[in-house]
């Protein structure tokens, strides 16, 4: 379904949230990642959590990542990146150091640039957010995606809630959701 609606569209800046932690977005976004690049698609996974890494852990959380980059510690992007050893064709961008300020840096230009420029070298970019409605993180991220994955956890998402997905929706808030 993923690749029906993306026909005709080159560029595959992908976001997942949810409402809640535990939700599952890390295990979609992996799954999804691992799921591409076994179609034989060029697949970056980026660990936009700055604050719990989650993603990173499936890694081995390397001490260098995007947060580095970000800070300014002129780091090459490529020599922090993890090459998945399972799947050819699919890397993992993981946060590396917790960062005190994790909205300032990924509303920073450099993580705008950053992104656009990995869009050449990349057919999906998968970027694991933080739950929407904790932190703004996931809608500073958002302005430099093409779409929205919005996980929903059976058991874990008060029905009333549905109606806040539909609000996000019709608003626009989150692209493509």
Same mark, same amino acid.
């Given at each position: *379904?993923?690749?029906? !609606?993306?026909? /005709?569209?080159? *560029?595959?800046?992908?976001?997942? @949230?949810?409402?809640?932690?535990?939700?599952?977005? @890390?295990?979609?976004?992996?799954?999804?990642?691992?799921?591409?690049?076994? &179609?034989?698609?060029?697949v970056l996974l980026v660990d936009?959590?700055?604050?719990?890494?989650?993603?990173? +852990?499936?890694? =081995? +959380?390397? &001490?260098?990542?995007?947060?580095?980059?970000?800070? =300014?510690?002129?780091?090459?992007?490529?020599?922090?990146? %993890?090459?998945?050893?399972?799947?050819?064709?699919? @890397?993992?961008?993981?946060? =590396?150091?917790?960062p005190p300020n994790p909205s300032? $840096? %990924?509303?920073?230009?450099?993580?705008?640039? $950053?992104? /656009?420029?990995?869009?050449?070298?990349?057919?999906?970019?998968?970027?694991?957010?933080?739950?929407?409605?904790? %932190?703004?993180?996931?809608?500073?991220?958002?302005?430099?995606?093409?779409r929205t994955i919005f996980i929903?956890?059976?058991?874990?998402?008060?029905?009333? !809630?549905?109606?806040?997905?539909?609000?996000?929706?019709?608003?626009? @808030?989150? &692209?493509?959701?």
């Amino acid at each position: *379904n993923l690749e029906f !609606m993306n026909r /005709g569209s080159s *560029n595959h800046v992908i976001i997942t @949230t949810s409402f809640k932690p535990g939700s599952g977005k @890390t295990f979609v976004t992996s799954n999804l990642g691992a799921a591409l690049s076994i &179609k034989g698609f060029k697949v970056l996974l980026v660990d936009g959590d700055l604050r719990h890494a989650s993603l990173s +852990s499936l890694v =081995g +959380s390397p &001490k260098k990542g995007l947060s580095n980059y970000l800070s =300014g510690e002129g780091i090459d992007i490529n020599s922090v990146m %993890v090459k998945v050893e399972e799947y050819d064709s699919l @890397t993992i961008l993981p946060v =590396g150091t917790i960062p005190p300020n994790p909205s300032e $840096l %990924v509303g920073s230009r450099q993580f705008a640039e $950053l992104i /656009g420029s990995l869009k050449g070298e990349y057919d999906y970019i998968l970027i694991d957010c933080p739950p929407f409605n904790i %932190v703004a993180d996931t809608q500073i991220i958002s302005e430099i995606a093409d779409r929205t994955i919005f996980i929903v956890r059976s058991g874990m998402l008060d029905k009333v !809630m549905i109606h806040e997905i539909e609000d996000i929706y019709s608003k626009g @808030t989150l &692209k493509k959701i």
